[in-house]
């Protein structure tokens, strides 16, 4: 708990005013609470045993103003906690998503998309539960707690011993309760991130899921991982809930020895019935908030293994380092010198070396693996080189800052990234939108005699994964984006498959138009394609066999 507050001591400092209110009416709402107890004594003594006519006048409304300044209290208290832990989690969600984009791509390439999702939606949640409810609550029943037992020590020192010595004995077997808790919670945590992945698979593959007739399997998968998430959960139920019995039980204990002494006390003369309905009223309030504060600590565990798996993701550190240089345009030219990539076992390039120069249109031909779209995955710096330089202008590219070697470089792929948004917004993705700019891109990637009959235009809204748009119209809206974006370099991987002859004709005229001042990368199979480079390099098991 003390390692939990401490990482997220930098996000609570800025609210010490905030928990200066949500403190003071924590503390109104305890002496509210202790001073409702309290009042059980003149209510008997003063009102029915003595029958005082102007007690019988004041007391209801002490008992009020005590009910109203216990309400009072938890409502102030549960609204400015409430404030504090949806900030903090906003800015912690902000800061999870803003690190986890600096990471490299290998990162993204182990890690499932929805094991990253569940981080930042499942367990930053946990996190609001552990500073907005959990702190205000433990700090709200201790200070009760405090409260209770200074009524029960004042009433009867005596009966007090008996009835407090419950809270020492239930200590080991709470602890033994939450150490298993958190072991639950951590296995609880990480099948929801399975069955959370799950899901973002099988929407993200919808399409090859329903041509396969792989729906039932996919159900079966995830009933499986679903009834394990399941059994984990009543695991978790079954063991957390065993806190509020055990206390109950060992309550009634206390409670019933307290009856019989505090009753002989009463019948002897040596303690009122007012002081020991006060005493008894407290003694029973008192294990409600006990009962509270071991059920905070077990729901607790939940939130601490919800920050170590945050901070598994905040500390890390990508593992490409950022230049500090910017790369400015024109770029002269790209030198690749004896470069060699490794992804974790696997050798995807041995040896490369090459140079291209502006003016220049050139290809990579290959089968598929033999390394053509890592080396190009390099030049973006998206991986770095196990081995070997990769020079922009005879400067080495980690030299450069990322954002600015990006920005003088557009890729257009064969898997298409088409985003919720409209077609202006997915043209200038990454910059400023200008209209009349994004008209002018639509029309030489030749997709704007179509855009134009939308009765929205540019303006229509696309579909997640641009579902509503045929696969050359995706390719048309990628190609859109990367002349938008008018780039030192471009690069096109296959990016005329889904073309009809007749379109791809069109965009080979308008990649010749832009190759003035710019170098082109072409990644083809088509020799149609193949045949605007002014050199071909030949691709084989990561090797330059070949160049034509």
């Not at 007090?160 to 239930?170: T, Y």
């Not at 396969?212 to 499986?224: A, D, T």
């Not at 041995?350 to 089968?367: D, P, R, T």
Request: charged share 20%; glycine share 6%; proline share 3%.
């Amino acid at each position: 708990m003390k390692r939990f507050y401490k990482r997220f001591y930098p996000y609570l400092k800025k609210y010490y005013f905030y928990f200066f209110i949500a403190l003071l009416a924590t503390i109104l709402t305890a002496a509210c609470t202790a001073w409702g107890t309290y009042l059980v004594k003149p209510v008997l003594d003063d009102i029915f045993i003595k029958k005082d006519d102007k007690m019988l006048l004041i007391l209801p409304f002490l008992v009020i103003a005590a009910y109203f300044g216990k309400s009072l209290g938890m409502y102030v208290q549960t609204y400015f906690m409430s404030y504090i832990g949806l900030d903090i989690i906003r800015k912690i969600r902000d800061r999870m998503l803003g690190h986890l984009l600096e990471m490299e791509l290998g990162f993204f390439n182990k890690m499932r998309s929805g094991e990253l999702i569940a981080r930042i939606t499942n367990d930053i949640g946990l996190i609001r539960s552990s500073v907005s409810n959990y702190l205000a609550e433990f700090v709200r029943e201790s200070l009760t707690v405090i409260g209770l037992i200074g009524v029960v020590i004042y009433q009867s020192p005596k009966l007090a011993i008996v009835g407090l010595i419950i809270m020492p004995l239930a200590i080991y077997p709470m602890s033994r309760i939450i150490k298993r808790i958190k072991k639950i919670s951590r296995l609880n945590q990480e099948k929801n991130s399975d069955i959370t992945a799950k899901l973002s698979e099988i929407f993200n593959n919808i399409e090859i899921i329903k041509a396969g007739n792989g729906e039932k399997p996919e159900k079966e998968i995830f009933s499986q991982e679903n009834h394990r998430f399941f059994k984990l959960g009543l695991k978790g139920t079954l063991i957390g809930q065993l806190s509020s019995p055990l206390m109950e039980f060992l309550g009634s204990i206390a409670i019933a020895i307290v009856i019989y002494l505090g009753g002989s006390e009463v019948i002897a003369g040596k303690l009122s019935p007012g002081e020991f309905f006060s005493f008894i009223t407290a003694l029973f309030m008192l294990y409600t908030p006990f009962k509270r504060l071991v059920n905070i600590a077990s729901s607790w565990q939940e939130a601490i293994v919800a920050g170590d798996r945050i901070f598994e993701i905040l500390d890390r550190k990508p593992q490409i380092k950022d230049g500090n240089k910017t790369l400015n345009p024109p770029i002269q030219k790209i030198s690749i010198e004896n470069v060699y990539l490794n992804y974790d076992n696997t050798e995807a390039l041995k040896g490369i070396s090459l140079e291209i120069v502006k003016n220049q249109i050139i290809a990579f031909v290959g089968k598929s693996g033999s390394g053509k779209s890592s080396l190009v995955n390099l030049i973006l710096r998206l991986y770095d080189c196990s081995q070997g330089n990769v020079k922009i202008n005879d400067k080495s590219i980690n030299d450069y800052t990322q954002k600015s070697i990006r920005d003088n470089i557009a890729i257009v792929t064969q898997r298409i990234f088409i985003f919720n948004d409209s077609i202006a917004a997915n043209v200038a993705y990454g910059n400023s939108i200008d209209e009349k700019k994004v008209i002018e891109s639509l029309k030489k990637s030749h997709i704007w005699d179509f855009v134009s009959t939308l009765p929205e235009g540019i303006h229509t809204i696309l579909d997640e994964f641009g579902t509503n748009l045929s696969g050359g119209q995706r390719q048309r809206i990628a190609i859109a984006r990367a002349i938008y974006k008018n780039p030192e370099v471009l690069i096109l991987d296959e990016a005329t498959s889904a073309l009809d002859s007749k379109t791809e004709e069109a965009i080979k005229e308008t990649i010749l138009h832009m190759c003035k001042n710019k170098i082109i990368i072409l990644i083809a199979h088509r020799p149609s394609t193949i045949e605007l480079a002014d050199k071909v390099y030949h691709f084989e098991n990561g090797k330059i066999i070949s160049i034509t």
